[in-house]
């Protein structure tokens, strides 16, 4: 979704402000742009639809010079994805320029109300009703400076933002605010860096601050940080050092960040076990738990909610806990959990499982269960992202930073840390034996070793791939634990490919989806040996015998599906629990060999965002 940089010191503004929005191209946008504030030169703001390539040709040998400056990626929500809807906007007299990520609900009323005192716009966006009003509150009082003004300003304002603001009467000041989207203000030697993650920040400063929701602050060169709530109550900044290494947002020589994510697994994974595994005593340490151990022993009932690829591995998570824990799960999609009246309250924990930390509808899931008593841990990738924050416990899956936009990485560390915290509640509530317990251990050791055998067939799925890569539809189907697999495979190659794809399990094929089936369909399909491998098998011959082809994900060594499959691809044998970790791994080569091959935009699909910041 949207991204914002900003910069204040002694450098050029604009190179800084680029790289960080090239940085920030992850996360999916539609137009770009910028407003730099220098001496002679007055507000330099420039906007283009498209990409950042796009506002570098627009702005032409003459880049903009100035020591403060900001800059947007803009994902669109109100009004279409064009150069004059992009940001930065203006207030009405041209002094103050504004960038925003969220959406003000009440823009329509502020929109009215403004027109009537004489405010004209020249956007369908939001944001620009928000400097005007800005400008208006400015304008009222002689004694109000643009901190203030912000400030009394945000008081009017329903929705989510995080904004950016700079003024040509005080080109030594930026002013930041935040509700509900997250905003990193990284200070250097006499510098000020402001973005919407770390990643454009981290090449400069390690030391940060996060603003917190209802936070306005001012970052000065003359008189340094200062915050305030917007209800005017004085907050004390909290300086905490980024743990991310610039290689990890980086390609290292891929071609892709996603192929460089597939290939990071083996070590993702190992990152994310380190220190949780204890052979010796056949116990999982995870804080998270241990902490708040009685809790874990009575809880009623656990309810899971997530969007997209956390969703699915949810979904997995629901068969562990079953199987580990006996404990009843219930797996909610965080959008349709939070409008629904959910019957949640205390006795429940509800697991809230995010890459990013900041899925709007996630977050807003969180804040109700927390309103009505339960228990919330998060499970999340980004250390200090809101959900992090907002739940009462939790445990980080250590993926390290994920840059392409269909989740790999972070898909499987955090089936890697659902394992982990379903064996722990599976001992507290004494329905994990230790056998099998030391088994799940010793398995999760393996596993890292198990996928790099999985990324060395990388060359055989290249050439699966090729086969396949002009089918219009695909079918994903899995049983039991490989069920979620599935509608995951499926998702990963729709979105980056643009292909048609469906997961089900693997049984309902009958009750619909084999209608699809013929010679044109290839059907994607784990048939591991696990406890379904029989009737699996009878669902891949019931697709042969209409003519459909079959790519299967098999057990080494597997015999039977290979005599009737079109392709086989082996996956080494492991506890039936663990078995989506690595039966997931083929499904993400090929989709990205067949999204390679179409000629697209493997890392920044269209019309998606990597952090989907508004519901
Ligand atoms: C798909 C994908 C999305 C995300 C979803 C939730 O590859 O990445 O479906 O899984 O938008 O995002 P997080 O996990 O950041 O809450």
Known sequence: MCGIVGYLGEKEAFPIIIKGLQRLEYRGY?????????????????????????????????PPSGHLGIGHTRWATHGAPNDVNAHPHLSGDGQLALIHNGIIENYHALKETLTERGHEFYSDTDTEVLVHLIEEVLKSSEDLDLFEATRIALNEVVGAYAIAVIDIARPEELILARKSSPLVIGIGEGEYFVASDATPIVEYTKN???LEDEEVARVSLTSGMKIRTIRNHKVTPVITELEMALESIEKGGYEHFMLKEIHEQPRSIQDCLRGRLSLGHNTVRMAGIDDHEPMWKDAKRLIIVACGTSWHAGLIAEYMFEDFARIPVEVEYASEFRYRNPVIGEGDILIAISQSGETADTLAAIRMA???GAHVFGICNVVGSSISRESHSGAYTHAGPEIGVASTKAFTAQLTVLTLVAMRVGELRNALDSQRRNRLMVELESIPEKIQSMLDQDQKLASIAKVYMSAPNALFLGRGFNFPVALEGALKLKEISYIHAEGYPAAEMKHGPIALIDEN????????????????LSNIQEVKARGGKIIAVVTKGDKEVARIADHTIEVHPSDDALVPILSTIPFQLLSYHIAVMLD????????????VTVE
């Open 208 to 210: 940060v601050v996060y």
């Open 30 to 62: 539609d137009s770009s742009g910028v407003a730099i504030l220098g001496g002679a030169s007055g507000l330099q703001h420039h906007r283009k639809k498209g990409k950042v390539e796009a506002l570098l040709t627009e702005v032409g040998e003459n």
């Open 600 to 611: 697209r935009n493997v890392d920044q699909p269209r019309n998606l965002a990597k952090s």
């Open 521 to 536: 369909m290839p059907v994607f399909i784990v048939a591991t040996q696990d406890a379904h491998y029989e009737k699996v």
């Open 370 to 372: 927390k309103e009505r």
